[in-house]
């Protein structure tokens, strides 16, 4: 995986999500152009039930106590799944999704997972770029299907 580094990462700290960064992290989640938000999934209730299951393994970037950055991590015991992957747009191209993604992958490898799986939409080409650049490949092989349990839990894109 390549990383960046530069003079202004100094000031971000990269440490786990937690409960307490809710607010932080949903205010981030709705400035960032068309990331798609579940009615029911991203809200406070399911979001701290996440951080319980997958302790220590999500991740914020944090600079002068605002939010910047954030990956929801979490696994089944064999594969570790990203979600919500960001970063603030005045804050892009200074390497803290890197560092993330750095932090995530560290922890879950002290968690023995193997590999990573995550979703981006096709029309998302900056996070799709940023996924090639780390060294993701973009598996070919299957096609991804989904079971809608709760129907009022609503995806709703951001403009």
């Known amino acids: 995986m390549a990383f960046r580094s530069s003079l202004e990462d100094e000031k971000i700290v990269i440490r786990a999500m937690t409960e307490a960064d809710y607010d932080g992290v949903r205010r981030l989640w709705m400035s960032i152009r068309h ?3 579940r009615s029911i999934d991203d809200g406070r209730e399911s979001i701290g039930r996440f951080l319980r299951r997958n302790p220590g393994i999500s991740v914020v970037a944090v600079r002068e106590n605002e939010i910047v950055g954030s990956i ?13 992957v960001c970063v603030k747009e005045d804050f892009r191209r200074q390497g803290i999704g890197s560092r993330m993604v750095r932090w995530a992958v560290e922890a879950l490898n ?6 990573i799986s995550l979703f ?7 996070g799709n770029d940023f996924w090639r650049q780390l060294g993701f490949r973009r598996r070919e092989d299957m096609f991804n299907y989904e079971w809608q349990l709760n129907k009022e839990d609503i995806t709703s894109f951001n403009q």
């Not at 002290?110 to 590999?115: G, H, P, R, T, W």
């Not at 981006?120 to 900056?126: G, L, Q, R, S």
């Open 35 to 37: 990331l798609g938000i």
């Open 72 to 84: 929801l991590c979490g696994h089944d015991g064999r594969t570790g799944c990203f979600y919500h």
């Open 110 to 115: 002290a968690e023995k997972i193997s590999k």
């Open 120 to 126: 981006a939409f096709v029309d998302n080409v900056i």
